[in-house]
């Protein structure tokens, strides 16, 4: 087969797993249309197709496994070739590729640059020069154009007694400020106006490179860009929520009165046994800071329940923090034992059964107090970004959610997707608000 016929391939793609994994595979679908191939989101028109995966809990891992299984099956239709990219092939699993005989190449992800020249070579076609490579900071968005994800960072030094992330994605390592600006200069002549900042941990950003926390720093750069409105904080470590910080937060006006503070839970015996840094009277004075400093902020957090040995007792206290606390967007986690973490040789495991409960509890009362936050919202004008359209209606969100992880906003008017409009919140339910147009920010 010669390189034309090979370029001719049209090639699907499946990503799952969070919003740094989706940039990886957005900067491998720049290589390959920079190429020259024609690339797709419907796995069935495609003749390769690449899953790009997660491996992060046992749950992500085996909707991966289904996933290439699922993919597989369409060989017998225009499927030739199946590529498995991203966190799965980092582990240490040495049967992978024997378990899986339908998958034609495993690539890791410090290879994901090479992905052209592997595809070459599943054709038989040897690249010697990879002549098909583009700039780094290169990416087809698979958000919508108005909104996109800037990966800051890679990897992880904080070694959480329950987490594979440093196993899985190496050392932390902080992307260097002019090669993000340049980044996100290109996205926003795209046409993006929000920029969403994420990494494994947001808030140890530029020390490797600069000997200091310059998270801060690199938000104000990013703000100058004029067709940016938007800059949302995802993934802030609590330690690390500076005084600094809580002010460009407050003071620049493109930032987003929001901040995700993944807390995992609220009792100091657990969060030191899962190797945090912080304890529940920190984590309390951070709160009351941040509401003090920026009233309407919105705080997201995650916890895990059913961690081993978290008592009743224990359990009880963080249900205690949540109606106390009330925090606008939240997501609970049954823990998994995750082989090679420290958590998995602790003792008093928690069962099945136990984790269930304690996640369904919890998500019950946090039902409550959505609904609660949100009646707080009605008759208020607030800024919403428009997402999507349906027939009679629109779909965003405030200023105060994250796409797909948080609440969104039923918006009646005339409204252009990817515009930013003032919306009066007429409705809400426990999840979602409706509104309609008051006026274009513009």
């Not at 750069?221 to 004029?226: A, Q, R």
């Not at 823990?335 to 984790?355: F, V």
């Amino acid at each position: 087969m010669n390189t034309k016929e090979i370029l001719n391939k049209k090639i699907g793609y499946v990503s799952l797993g969070c919003d740094k994994n989706r940039v990886d595979l957005e900067k491998v679908i720049a290589q390959l249309t920079s190429a020259g191939f024609k690339t797709t989101s419907n796995p069935s028109e495609a003749n390769i197709i690449i899953i790009n995966t997660c491996s992060f809990i046992e749950s992500a891992r085996r909707e991966s496994i289904n996933s290439i299984l699922e993919m597989a099956g369409l060989k017998n239709n225009n499927c030739e070739k199946i590529i498995v990219t991203g966190c799965i092939n980092q582990m240490n699993y040495s049967d992978l590729e024997s378990s899986l005989p339908e998958v034609d190449a495993f690539v890791k992800i410090a290879d994901n640059q090479n992905i052209v020249k592997t595809i070459f070579s599943l054709y038989g076609v040897e690249l010697k020069n990879n002549n098909y490579s583009c700039s780094e900071i290169d990416r087809v968005l698979t958000t919508p154009k108005h909104y996109a994800y800037l990966k800051i960072s890679e990897g992880c030094n904080n070694f959480c007694s329950y987490c594979t992330i440093p196993f899985i994605r190496g050392r932390f390592k902080s992307t260097p400020i002019e090669q993000l600006e340049k980044e996100a200069n290109q996205l926003a002549n795209n046409g993006v106006k929000e920029l969403i900042l994420v990494g494994q941990d947001v808030t140890k950003y530029g020390f490797d490179l600069y000997n200091e926390y310059a998270l801060p720093k690199l938000i104000n750069t990013l703000s100058k860009i004029e067709n940016i409105k938007w800059i949302r904080l995802l993934y802030c470590y609590p330690e690390l929520v500076t005084d600094d910080l809580i002010k460009v937060i407050k003071e620049n006006n493109k930032v987003c009165k929001y901040i995700d503070i993944p807390l995992q839970h609220v009792n100091s015996t657990i969060l030191k046994k899962m190797n945090r840094r912080t304890n529940n009277e920190q984590i309390v004075t951070l709160i009351k800071k941040l509401r003090s400093e920026i009233p309407d902020i919105a705080i997201r957090s995650t916890f895990i329940l059913g961690f081993p040995g978290e008592t009743c007792g224990q359990f009880r206290e963080l249900i205690k923090f949540i109606k106390t606390y009330k925090l606008t967007n939240v997501g609970f986690f049954a823990y998994s034992k995750e082989d090679g973490t420290l958590a998995y040789k602790m003792d008093n495991q928690k069962s099945n059964l136990t984790k269930k409960l304690r996640v369904k509890k919890a998500y019950r009362i946090q039902k409550n107090i959505s609904y609660l936050n949100n009646i707080n919202l009605l008759n208020k004008i607030l800024p919403v970004i428009i997402d999507s359209s349906e027939n009679d209606y629109f779909i965003g969100r405030t200023m105060f959610n994250a796409p797909e992880i948080d609440q969104i906003v039923y918006v009646f008017g005339n409204a252009k997707i990817g515009e930013i409009y003032n919306v009066r919140i007429t409705d809400t339910s426990n999840y979602e608000l409706k509104g309609e147009i008051y006026e274009s920010t513009k």
